[in-house]
């Protein structure tokens, strides 16, 4: 069932600000299917983005996580 989530679903980051939640999701389907996301207006984006700045993840899985997957997903340049 892992291996269909990786290869079929983005899931999107918005658990509250919760660390072990990132590294579960990051854990379970892999960075490169994870999005940011806030969950506006129930969460501050500046509190948001601070907290994912600090979080304790690779630097390459966070620019992943932040804009890559969504660039890639969506098409974007």
Not at 26 to 39: Q, S
Request: hydrophobic share 45%; glycine share 4%; no cysteine.
């Amino acid at each position: 069932m892992a291996e269909y989530f990786r290869n079929n679903f983005y899931n999107h980051h918005q658990r509250q600000f919760l660390h072990q939640s990132l590294i579960h999701t990051i854990l379970t389907v892999g960075a490169d299917r994870v999005l940011f996301a806030v969950d506006y207006p129930f969460e501050d984006h500046a509190q948001a983005a601070e907290w994912f700045d600090a979080a304790e993840i690779a630097e390459h899985d966070r620019i992943k996580i932040g804009r890559d997957n969504a660039k890639a997903l969506f098409g974007l340049d």
